[in-house]
């Protein structure tokens, strides 16, 4: 056990980390100074200079080397909306580079009030444990009962044990079978679910982290805020009348027009502010079937011919909407696009579960053609509960399914499970073999690149995958922005950084002065374009980093409400910077990621090239992208180019280091730097 202390006070930070040493069984608290916080801000900015300079070059992801870090933001709890999203990060198991994953719920604040910033956990305990932590003291405690649960059957029992205040950042089954497709979720099935991030915290036998503070950061200009607060939360209001007339018909026309030509539309953030506030995610499911977003039959199909709107809309928004009982919003948030429903057999608190999103109904729908809503809440519950990533685990079964029809796999290989495309019920039967690790789920577990690896026997032409990660449900043959994203961030096959649609959603031009200058991306006809795209996706690049340094949700930024996220920095900081003096700072975190790639001995361009369906290699012969093969190659060189990363080794130009004060990257980093 170790006592906490003071921190840094009235700037909206701590100024103070908590560092675990699981094979040590110590915990110390280190303060940071204030020129740390001028330079990354907090969130993903501290968690990359932390990591970056403690992290070991060679060392394996599931070693007790790795340090896994859960952060705060910047803006958390200090009145800002939509500030309610915590990071964890650590070095990736399925990429063997920089992961990260985001979350939302209510563990951020809970974990901002016990003084901290953020907690970084080394080594591995002898047996299991869990670390708690309030703003009075921290201590790790035995985890051996709660081994074994899943995770909201462990979260009720930390709940009560530490009250209902504490909130906890846990992993289930998978996480403790090492899968690598596991995260770590909180509040009943939030995930942060990408990057294999719950493997790590298995290896290191800790079950949750657990956070009950009740100290709030003071801020520099507390009336600011409040008045910024107040003016933000009036332009999020409205949109009455949109609301009544949307329905899954309406989207999904939406969608056969925008697969025909671009509907332009002078404010597209405002009709999305609509359909997250009355639908949630699930908003998408009809529309992205029908214009080409939503990938199909394991990135193989196309939308309006193997899985049209009669389809579609069985497991789109009105059907979500006719089962959700009750919303559910994030910490700080006034949209609320989360829900709550019953699932049909159960009763009591085992009943209750989110109800999926766009990306799951995807996973588990589409992207194997099943139209069985029923299905998809129970795998949606089995994934929540073991703590899986979704997205990989519904493309893992889509996989299985297409080898086995093309006979690379067979019924003696699945234990007699006959998989077939549009068949819910034998993908419920392969999930609960992927979490137990029995059988063909032992193979499955660790994503299509290893399954395939394993396979052999051609596998790994069906084998969708971005650098070892599988690609979210966005293809970038209706955006081309997700595939440059997807090829080259450094966390591959991520959707939630920068596209095409995000640009338009942004506004930049209005916000930044370096975006004045950038072509608009609007427009079917210059959809694939490559010249000028790269300087605008990563502009978007580098607001995303300012928006995880700040902890605040990437929907807040796209609903046509001009968030004031440099202002509330300011207001809480101090600092007085501009919006385009902020984005120096997104651009410096962004680049610091990819440095740490970069000492992993990994590039991009050699590493992450999604597989070949994804950007349309052979060109899809019908559908929306009839046609279309992406020069990703080109894309991503022009992205090189305007980062300033040599174009063969992806090394960061000293020009580009110096202008940012990044000078020592690539030397033995010391300090806090």
Same mark, same amino acid.
Request: hydrophobic share 40%; aromatic share 8%; glycine share 14%.
């Given at each position: 056990?170790?006592?906490?202390?003071?921190?840094?006070?009235?700037?909206?930070?701590?100024?103070?980390?908590?560092?675990?040493?699981?094979?040590?069984?110590?915990?110390?608290?280190?303060?940071?100074?204030?020129?740390?916080?001028?330079?990354?801000?907090?969130?993903?900015?501290?968690?990359?200079?932390?990591?970056?300079?403690?992290?070991?070059?060679?060392?394996?992801?599931?070693?007790?080397?790795?340090?896994?870090?859960?952060?705060?933001?910047?803006?958390?709890?200090?009145?800002?909306?939509?500030?309610?999203?915590?990071?964890?990060?650590?070095?990736?198991?399925?990429?063997?580079?920089?992961?990260?994953?985001?979350?939302?719920?209510?563990?951020?604040?809970?974990?901002?009030?016990?003084?901290?910033?953020?907690?970084?956990?080394?080594?591995?305990?002898?047996?299991?444990?869990?670390?708690?932590?309030?703003?009075?003291?921290?201590?790790?405690?035995?985890?051996?009962?709660?081994?074994?649960?899943?995770?909201?059957?462990?979260?009720?029992?930390?709940?009560?044990?530490?009250?209902?205040?504490?909130?906890?950042?846990?992993?289930?089954?998978?996480?403790?079978?090492?899968?690598?497709?596991?995260?770590?979720?909180?509040?009943?099935?939030?995930?942060?679910?990408?990057?294999?991030?719950?493997?790590?915290?298995?290896?290191?036998?800790?079950?949750?982290?657990?956070?009950?503070?009740?100290?709030?950061?003071?801020?520099?200009?507390?009336?600011?805020?409040?008045?910024?607060?107040?003016?933000?939360?009036?332009?999020?209001?409205?949109?009455?009348?949109?609301?009544?007339?949307?329905?899954?018909?309406?989207?999904?026309?939406?969608?056969?027009?925008?697969?025909?030509?671009?509907?332009?539309?002078?404010?597209?953030?405002?009709?999305?502010?609509?359909?997250?506030?009355?639908?949630?995610?699930?908003?998408?499911?009809?529309?992205?079937?029908?214009?080409?977003?939503?990938?199909?039959?394991?990135?193989?199909?196309?939308?309006?011919?193997?899985?049209?709107?009669?389809?579609?809309?069985?497991?789109?928004?009105?059907?979500?909407?006719?089962?959700?009982?009750?919303?559910?919003?994030?910490?700080?948030?006034?949209?609320?696009?989360?829900?709550?429903?019953?699932?049909?057999?159960?009763?009591?608190?085992?009943?209750?579960?989110?109800?999926?999103?766009?990306?799951?109904?995807?996973?588990?729908?589409?992207?194997?053609?099943?139209?069985?809503?029923?299905?998809?809440?129970?795998?949606?519950?089995?994934?929540?509960?073991?703590?899986?990533?979704?997205?990989?685990?519904?493309?893992?079964?889509?996989?299985?399914?297409?080898?086995?029809?093309?006979?690379?796999?067979?019924?003696?290989?699945?234990?007699?499970?006959?998989?077939?495309?549009?068949?819910?019920?034998?993908?419920?039967?392969?999930?609960?073999?992927?979490?137990?690790?029995?059988?063909?789920?032992?193979?499955?577990?660790?994503?299509?690149?290893? $399954? /395939?690896?394993?396979? *052999?026997?051609?596998? %790994?032409? #069906?084998? !969708?995958?971005?650098?070892? =990660? +599988?690609?979210?449900? @966005?293809?970038?043959?209706?955006?081309?922005?997700?595939?440059?994203?997807?090829?080259?961030?450094?966390?591959?096959?991520?959707?939630?950084?920068?596209?095409?649609?995000?640009?338009?959603?942004?506004?930049?031009?209005?916000?930044?002065?370096?975006?004045?200058?950038?072509?608009?991306?609007?427009?079917?006809?210059?959809?694939?374009?490559?010249?000028?795209?790269?300087?605008?996706?990563?502009?978007?690049?580098?607001?995303?980093?300012?928006?995880?340094?700040?902890?605040?949700?990437?929907?807040?930024?796209?609903?046509?409400?001009?968030?004031?996220?440099?202002?509330?920095?300011? $207001? /809480?900081?101090?600092? *007085?910077?501009?919006? %385009?003096? #902020?984005? !120096?700072?997104?651009?410096? =975190? +962004?680049?610091?990621? @990819?440095?740490?790639?970069?000492?992993?001995?990994?590039?991009?361009?050699?590493?992450?090239?999604?597989?070949?369906?994804?950007?349309?290699?052979?060109?899809?012969?019908?559908?929306?992208?009839?046609?279309?093969?992406?020069?990703?190659?080109?894309?991503?060189?022009?992205?090189?180019?305007?980062?300033?990363?040599?174009?063969?080794?992806?090394?960061?130009?000293?020009?580009?280091?110096?202008?940012?004060?990044?000078?020592?990257?690539?030397?033995?980093?010391?300090?806090?730097?």
């Amino acid at each position: 056990m170790t006592k906490a202390k003071e921190g840094l006070l009235g700037r909206g930070y701590w100024g103070r980390i908590l560092n675990v040493d699981l094979s040590k069984g110590t915990l110390e608290y280190q303060d940071l100074p204030e020129e740390f916080y001028a330079k990354y801000l907090g969130g993903v900015g501290l968690a990359a200079r932390i990591l970056y300079d403690r992290i070991k070059p060679g060392i394996h992801p599931l070693g007790p080397e790795n340090i896994l870090g859960f952060v705060s933001g910047l803006l958390t709890d200090t009145g800002a909306l939509f500030s309610g999203r915590f990071l964890v990060t650590g070095l990736s198991p399925q990429t063997g580079g920089w992961g990260d994953a985001n979350c939302g719920g209510y563990f951020s604040p809970a974990l901002k009030r016990c003084g901290v910033d953020g907690v970084f956990i080394s080594g591995r305990a002898q047996e299991p444990v869990y670390l708690f932590l309030d703003d009075g003291e921290a201590r790790l405690e035995p985890a051996m009962d709660l081994w074994g649960l899943d995770l909201i059957r462990a979260e009720a029992v930390l709940k009560e044990r530490h009250g209902k205040r504490a909130q906890a950042a846990l992993i289930g089954p998978a996480g403790e079978n090492l899968s690598l497709m596991a995260g770590i979720g909180t509040d009943r099935g939030r995930m942060a679910a990408r990057s294999g991030l719950g493997a790590v915290m298995g290896s290191k036998n800790l079950k949750a982290v657990v956070a009950a503070g009740r100290r709030k950061v003071a801020t520099a200009d507390p009336a600011a805020l409040k008045a910024l607060t107040r003016d933000f939360r009036e332009r999020v209001r409205g949109g009455g009348g949109l609301q009544r007339l949307l329905g899954d018909r309406l989207l999904g026309l939406v969608g056969r027009f925008t697969r025909i030509g671009t509907i332009h539309t002078r404010e597209p953030a405002k009709l999305w502010k609509v359909i997250l506030s009355k639908y949630g995610t699930p908003g998408l499911t009809a529309m992205s079937a029908e214009n080409g977003d939503s990938p199909i039959k394991n990135w193989g199909g196309v939308g309006y011919l193997d899985f049209p709107l009669s389809l579609s809309q069985q497991i789109g928004a009105e059907a979500m909407a006719a089962r959700e009982t009750k919303k559910y919003g994030c910490f700080s948030c006034p949209l609320r696009c989360g829900g709550v429903l019953e699932l049909p057999g159960r009763a009591g608190q085992e009943a209750e579960s989110h109800k999926p999103e766009y990306e799951t109904l995807c996973a588990f729908g589409s992207l194997s053609l099943n139209n069985d809503l029923e299905t998809i809440l129970i795998l949606n519950d089995m994934v929540n509960r073991a703590g899986l990533d979704s997205i990989s685990c519904g493309a893992v079964a889509a996989f299985a399914v297409e080898l086995l029809e093309e006979g690379i796999i067979t019924r003696a290989d699945t234990g007699g499970l006959d998989l077939s495309w549009g068949d819910g019920r034998s993908i419920i039967r392969l999930v609960e073999m992927i979490i137990q690790r029995r059988g063909i789920g032992d193979v499955l577990a660790d994503g299509v690149r290893l $399954a /395939a690896e394993r396979i *052999g026997r051609g596998a %790994d032409r #069906y084998a !969708v995958h971005c650098g070892g =990660v +599988e690609p979210a449900m @966005h293809d970038p043959k209706y955006d081309p922005g997700y595939g440059l994203a997807y090829y080259c961030e450094p966390t591959p096959g991520r959707h939630t950084i920068t596209s095409q649609t995000y640009l338009d959603l942004w506004l930049f031009e209005k916000q930044f002065k370096r975006a004045k200058k950038i072509s608009a991306l609007s427009g079917r006809k210059q959809r694939f374009r490559i010249e000028d795209k790269a300087q605008g996706l990563a502009l978007g690049s580098f607001f995303k980093m300012v928006v995880d340094c700040a902890g605040v949700c990437l929907f807040g930024t796209q609903i046509g409400a001009r968030i004031p996220l440099g202002e509330w920095i300011n $207001a /809480a900081t101090g600092m *007085g910077l501009t919006n %385009d003096e #902020y984005l !120096v700072i997104g651009e410096r =975190v +962004e680049q610091l990621r @990819h440095a740490f790639n970069l000492r992993q001995g990994l590039n991009p361009l050699r590493d992450f090239k999604p597989h070949p369906r994804v950007y349309g290699d052979p060109a899809p012969e019908k559908g929306p992208a009839k046609g279309i093969t992406l020069d990703l190659d080109g894309m991503a060189r022009d992205f090189y180019r305007v980062m300033g990363w040599d174009e063969d080794s992806g090394t960061i130009l000293p020009a580009r280091l110096k202008e940012l004060g990044l000078e020592g990257l690539g030397k033995t980093a010391s300090g806090n730097g």
